[in-house]
């Protein structure tokens, strides 16, 4: 069974750090690029960061370049995103997709663009407060 399993969100506050996993089981991610999308209530679900399949180059969303680093450890066959100094508007359910197709992994890590065939999984969810 092809799943993905996000782990590591948690309550943190302002200026912290929080490294979030995507571990895959029933597939290789080796031959995936894998993304990180976050989604609050009533907003779309939007791109936060991207590692392609072919080379590792990664890719950043605006709002969070310079503050996060994604990395892939292929023996693990799991993905990494780590943050830092994190923004109360940080806060949302954060999920990792990934793609294999080459027009899928265009859409997804340059585009950010939410497309149908991401295999997405169930979401940690990150809260940034005092």
């Known amino acids: 069974q092809v799943q993905l399993m996000e782990s590591g969100g948690g309550l943190v506050q302002p200026g912290g750090s929080l490294r979030l996993s995507c571990a895959a089981s029933?597939?290789?991610?080796?031959?995936?690029?894998i993304a990180w999308f976050r989604q609050t209530p009533g907003k779309e679900r939007e791109g936060v960061s991207c590692i392609n399949n072919n080379n590792g180059q990664t890719f950043y969303s605006e709002s969070v370049t310079g503050r996060v680093t994604i990395s892939r450890d292929n023996a693990k066959n799991t993905v990494y995103m780590q943050m830092n100094r994190l923004k109360p508007e940080d806060t949302g359910v954060y999920y990792c997709?990934?793609?294999?197709?080459?027009?899928?992994?265009?859409?997804?890590?340059?585009?950010?663009?939410?497309?149908?065939?991401?295999?997405w999984g169930k979401g940690t969810p990150v809260t940034v407060s005092s």
């Open positions: 029933g597939f290789t991610l080796d031959y995936y690029a």
């Open positions: 997709g990934a793609v294999h197709e080459d027009k899928s992994v265009q859409d997804m890590c340059v585009g950010f663009r939410n497309v149908e065939t991401i295999k």
